[in-house]
């Protein structure tokens, strides 16, 4: 079923990436499972590609309190689906992703078509078709995974498709923007033993050397896992490799290549 949608999925991508790269927001929207699901994604994006927490956000309907409680009522109201998107001062610049198993919740309908009369790009995330949240949203993932084996609980096939679709748009904007290499997680932060043997791994597999090699290469670069590849491949001092980082926005490959241009001039 998300198989079907991969051309959705990469419409949305392409937006959300383009949002991000002028300072927009991707901001989730949901109620229940679903909002759960966005809040996860959205929470895991800081740790795996070292973002701030205010470029990938998400609001569920009864706040934080319904990470842990079921808090059902708030769903159905669609003043506080606007009300949050006002707090959010959604604009122009911002992605907005509705998530609704039915496509039915008003909260998250309201949320969506408030966001779209704010000139935000809208996309919904749903397993039904011809839902008013399909209809609300300027793009519509529509991931038809049928009749759920315990009827009615839409935690099962359809929560799971949501979060792979999830899992798929974040990850695909975060690999269009430069956040990592290759298929290596290089803007890690080294927050936890776990974490700093990982970095020692991808620094290995990034340039292909012994882990002693890596150890000192990280060292050069003060345990910076972008820098100690971009200095390493381009041959520059930890300040021009940390420079092109930031002209280049944290896109690793482009860094390399304006490192490079840097140390010639």
């Given at each position: 079923?998300?198989?079907?949608?991969?051309?959705?999925?990469?419409?949305a991508?392409d937006?959300?990436?383009?949002?991000?790269?002028?300072?927009?927001?991707?901001?989730?929207?949901?109620?229940?499972?679903?909002?759960?699901?966005?809040?996860?994604?959205?929470a895991?994006?800081?740790?795996?590609?070292?973002?701030?927490?205010?470029?990938?956000?998400?609001?569920?309907?009864?706040?934080k309190?319904?990470?842990?409680?079921?808090?059902?009522?708030?769903?159905?109201?669609?003043?506080?689906?606007?009300?949050?998107?006002?707090?959010?001062?959604?604009?122009?610049?911002?992605?907005?992703?509705?998530?609704?198993?039915?496509?039915?919740?008003?909260?998250?309908?309201?949320?969506?078509?408030?966001?779209?009369?704010?000139r935000?790009?809208?996309?919904?995330?749903?397993?039904?078709?011809?839902t008013?949240?399909?209809?609300?949203?300027?793009?519509?993932?529509?991931?038809?995974?049928?009749?759920?084996?315990?009827?009615?609980?839409?935690?099962?096939?359809?929560?799971?498709?949501?979060?792979?679709?999830?899992?798929?748009?974040?990850?695909?904007?975060?690999?269009?923007?430069?956040?990592?290499?290759?298929?290596?997680?290089?803007?890690?932060?080294?927050?936890?033993?776990?974490?700093?043997?990982?970095?020692?791994?991808?620094?290995?597999?990034?340039?292909?050397?012994?882990?002693?090699?890596?150890?000192?290469?990280?060292s050069?670069?003060?345990?910076?896992?972008?820098?100690?590849?971009?200095?390493?491949?381009?041959?520059?001092?930890?300040?021009?490799?940390?420079?092109s980082?930031?002209?280049?926005?944290?896109?690793?490959?482009?860094?390399?290549?304006?490192?490079?241009?840097?140390?010639?001039?």
């Amino acid at each position: 079923a998300v198989q079907k949608v991969i051309p959705q999925i990469a419409t949305a991508i392409d937006w959300v990436a383009q949002s991000l790269r002028n300072r927009g927001r991707l901001i989730y929207v949901g109620a229940g499972t679903s909002g759960r699901i966005a809040a996860l994604d959205a929470a895991e994006c800081p740790p795996t590609f070292n973002t701030n927490p205010n470029m990938v956000q998400f609001v569920i309907a009864g706040g934080k309190r319904a990470l842990a409680g079921a808090t059902e009522a708030d769903e159905d109201s669609r003043a506080l689906g606007i009300r949050e998107m006002r707090r959010k001062r959604v604009g122009q610049y911002d992605v907005v992703v509705g998530l609704a198993a039915s496509g039915r919740t008003p909260f998250t309908v309201a949320a969506v078509e408030h966001a779209r009369r704010s000139r935000a790009k809208t996309v919904a995330i749903t397993c039904n078709r011809g839902t008013p949240l399909a209809k609300a949203a300027e793009l519509a993932i529509v991931v038809d995974t049928g009749p759920e084996v315990l009827a009615g609980s839409t935690r099962m096939k359809a929560g799971t498709a949501e979060k792979m679709v999830l899992n798929i748009l974040s990850t695909g904007a975060m690999v269009r923007l430069g956040y990592v290499y290759g298929n290596l997680m290089v803007n890690l932060h080294r927050k936890n033993s776990k974490l700093a043997e990982r970095s020692v791994s991808i620094v290995q597999q990034a340039l292909g050397v012994r882990q002693r090699e890596a150890l000192d290469i990280l060292s050069n670069a003060r345990n910076n896992v972008p820098v100690a590849i971009v200095m390493s491949k381009a041959g520059v001092s930890r300040g021009v490799a940390a420079e092109s980082l930031v002209r280049a926005k944290g896109h690793v490959r482009n860094a390399i290549a304006l490192a490079k241009k840097m140390q010639e001039n």
